[in-house]
């Protein structure tokens, strides 16, 4: 059975998803589609750190408690409806990338509420985890890549200049129109390189 790898770009209570495959040599993608990973997309829970900044200790634990496990859920639910949209083109999805950013290791809660910029990385580290924890409910192997890396990444991998490399993901992009933005495009390249790692 054929393999395909999904990519992910995360920000705010959303996603891009795209899923790729490699066929002779070349990628193909098989589907785009933006994931809500939370129920009401309003500020409040696209945000949940800085929501939290204005609440009690312990309802703001609660309150991103539950942001994080419905995100975790709608990312479980969004994989496994493409998984099984793949597997009756009798394609397996096996792998998952998901860019990151930096990499800075958050500390406590307390700590983060504490600290507007903190407050910032935070809300996109849960978005970014949610996603992570779906993919391996559904058993997909997972590679992190750090979105700053990607392109230099892609480089020594795929042995393609990154201009040349952006401009074959744009071709990619076509048949499925707009959106075809970088959030897209660089979901592409990662779940394609997902494919080629080891």
């Known amino acids: ?6 990519g992910f770009r995360a920000h705010s209570g959303w ?8 066929e002779k040599g070349a990628p193909r993608v098989l589907a785009r589609e933006p994931v809500q990973l939370v129920e009401t997309f309003t500020y409040r829970f696209r945000q949940p750190y800085h929501t939290a900044e204005k609440l009690p200790l312990a309802e703001a634990r609660e309150f991103v408690a539950g ?7 709608l990312g479980y639910r969004a994989i496994r409806g493409l998984r099984a949209d793949l597997q009756k083109q009798g394609i397996e999805l096996t792998r998952c990338a998901l860019l990151l950013a930096s990499g ?15 407050i910032h990385t935070a809300d996109g580290v849960l978005f970014r985890e949610a996603l992570m924890c779906a993919a391996k409910r559904c058993g997909l192997e997972t590679v992190g890549i750090k979105e700053k890396e990607l392109l ?36 592409t390249v990662a779940g394609w390189l997902a494919l080629l790692s080891r």
């Open 1 to 6: 059975m054929k393999q395909a790898a999904v």
């Open 15 to 22: 996603a891009a998803m795209v899923a790729v495959c490699v």
């Open 67 to 73: 942001v994080e496990k419905e995100s975790q859920q």
């Open 104 to 118: 800075r290791t958050l500390p406590n809660f307390e700590s983060i509420i504490a600290s507007h910029p903190l």
């Open 152 to 187: 230099d990444r892609a480089k020594q991998t795929l042995r393609v200049p990154s201009a040349a490399l952006m401009r074959r993901v744009a071709e990619l992009g076509k048949p499925f129109g707009a959106p075809w933005s970088q959030d897209e495009k660089f979901a």
